[in-house]
Each structure stands twice: as structure tokens, then as C-alpha cells.
């Protein structure tokens, strides 16, 4: 079965970084979206970033240009890589993949940022 699997979450401080990846399983990796979606506590999931599978990345307004999403065919791995993170950065980050839309989920990794 598909199964998506983040890592890389913590606790950090205003103006830090952080590197989540995922890695997918039960999947043929390289001609899947692969995507990142955020939770904040009592608000609806948002979209953060995804990727095509040619490695096209597209990003959410709020975190253009502090924010990179990259993909590792050869691993089955995503990656995002987060910059300048704020307290309002804070959410239940979650992996995404897809063909026609996203229809897989990881558990997601808890991205806490202090001020």
C-alpha cells in the first residue's frame, strides 16, 4: 500500500530553518506530484508547496521565497526546505502525492516556531 512517511519537524526559533522530508512507498515516485499541505490548530488544512513530476514547484503566497520544495527521484524522498520560519509557520505539516490531484497522505510532523 501507498504509504508517505515525514520527518524532520521540531521545535525552532523565529528567523530559523528547518528541512522536512517524506519519504513514499507503494508508489511509482516519479511520475507522482508530491506536495505539502500545513495545519494550524483550529484552522483548515492550507497548501504549501507542491512539485510536478517534471520538477516544477508552485508556492503558497505566504511563504514564497522562504520556502523550497525539491524532489529526489533516486530516493523517493520530497523535501522542504523552510527559511526565515515564523510563529505563524506553526502547523501539522503533511506530505501529499498524486496523479490527478492528491489522494495520499502522511501522518505529518509537528513544525512549532517560537518568538
Known amino acids: 500500500q501507498v504509504q508517505l512517511v515525514e520527518s524532520g519537524g521540531g521545535l525552532v526559533q523565529a528567523g530559523g530553518s528547518l528541512n522536512l522530508s517524506c519519504v513514499a512507498s507503494?508508489?511509482?515516485?516519479?511520475?507522482?506530484?508530491m506536495g505539502w499541505y500545513r495545519q494550524a490548530p483550529g484552522k483548515e488544512r492550507e497548501f504549501v508547496a507542491d512539485?510536478?513530476?517534471?520538477?516544477?514547484?508552485n508556492y503558497a503566497d505566504s511563504v514564497k521565497g522562504r520556502f523550497t520544495i525539491d524532489r529526489d527521484n533516486a530516493k523517493n524522498t520530497v523535501y522542504l526546505q523552510m527559511n526565515s520560519l515564523k510563529p505563524e509557520d506553526t502547523a501539522v505539516y503533511y506530505c501529499?502525492?498524486?496523479?490527478?490531484?492528491?489522494?495520499?497522505w502522511g501522518q505529518g510532523t509537528q513544525v512549532t516556531v517560537s518568538s
Open positions: 501529499t502525492a498524486g496523479r490527478y490531484g492528491f489522494d495520499h
Open positions: 512539485i510536478t513530476s517534471g520538477g516544477r514547484p
Open positions: 507503494g508508489i511509482s515516485f516519479s511520475i507522482y506530484a
